[in-house]
């Protein structure tokens, strides 16, 4: 089972530049999460989604625009990129509210 | 949301016991304790969770006392590939938007 995949693994962009990132899950969740993780420190949870076509703000929304148009999609958006975004995002889903979440392996991203 | 304190690091030598405490004084009726397990360059991995009193699987037991202000990891007989970092959280149940916080989590390094 592939489980929650993110896309791409790794990605240097410029300042200013914008990108997606894309998490994908084929478990049939309804929860979806999108975290940053700086080093040393704990997952910070950035935007998540209820359900299709739903989102919301999480920690530290500000810089990142999500959606979700598919169930099984989870796209989390940099309009414009800046160097304090430099971070592993690390996406995650689960089933109900009684459920832990399943992480994909985290995009490494870095902005010069 | 609850907010979990854990200690920051803990050693330990194969073949020991390792409990590791987290505290989380404000957690609220619906929420459920959670614990994952997070290797360098990957995304945390579910470990354990419960509501109250012993949860047991085939890699580790939780142990929460009555009150539900605090939760126990036992990981027995831990080996050298048991050395990662441990999150603690609380949530999700009941929590209006199902958001979860992770805290900095307890880095255990385990010796031979």
């Known amino acids: 089972n592939a489980g929650v995949t993110q896309t791409p693994k790794f990605r240097v962009l410029k300042t200013g530049q914008s990108m997606t990132l894309l998490c994908a899950q084929d478990?049939?969740?309804?929860?979806m999460y999108w975290y940053r993780q700086d080093p040393g420190m704990g997952l910070r949870l950035i935007h998540y989604?209820?359900?299709?076509?739903?989102?919301a703000k999480g920690e530290v929304p500000d810089g990142y625009n999500v959606s979700r148009l598919k169930k099984q999609n989870f796209l989390l958006g940099l309009e414009s990129a800046a160097p304090s975004q430099t971070s592993v995002y690390f996406c995650?889903?689960?089933?109900?509210?009684?459920?832990?979440?399943?992480f994909g392996d985290g995009t490494r991203l870095s902005i010069l | 949301l609850a907010k979990t304190t854990q200690p920051i690091s803990m050693d330990s030598y194969e073949g020991q016991e390792v409990n590791i405490t987290c505290s989380h004084n404000?957690?609220?009726?619906?929420?459920?304790i959670t614990w994952y397990q997070q290797f360098p360059s990957q995304g945390p991995r579910f470990i354990i969770q419960?509501?109250?009193t012993k949860v047991t699987n085939e890699v580790a037991s939780l142990f929460i006392p009555a009150d539900r202000k605090s939760s126990t990891l036992s990981l027995p007989r831990v080996s050298l590939s048991d050395t990662a970092v441990y999150y603690c959280?609380?949530?999700?149940?009941?929590?209006?938007?199902?958001?979860?916080?992770f805290g900095a989590g307890t880095r255990l390094f385990v010796k031979a």
């Open positions: 995650a889903s689960r089933g109900d509210r009684a459920q832990p979440q399943h």
């Open positions: 478990m049939n969740h309804e929860y």
């Open positions: 989604s209820v359900g299709e076509g739903t989102t």
């Open positions: 404000n957690i609220a009726t619906n929420d459920y």
């Open positions: 419960g509501y109250k």
């Open positions: 959280l609380v949530g999700g149940v009941g929590t209006g938007g199902f958001k979860t916080i």
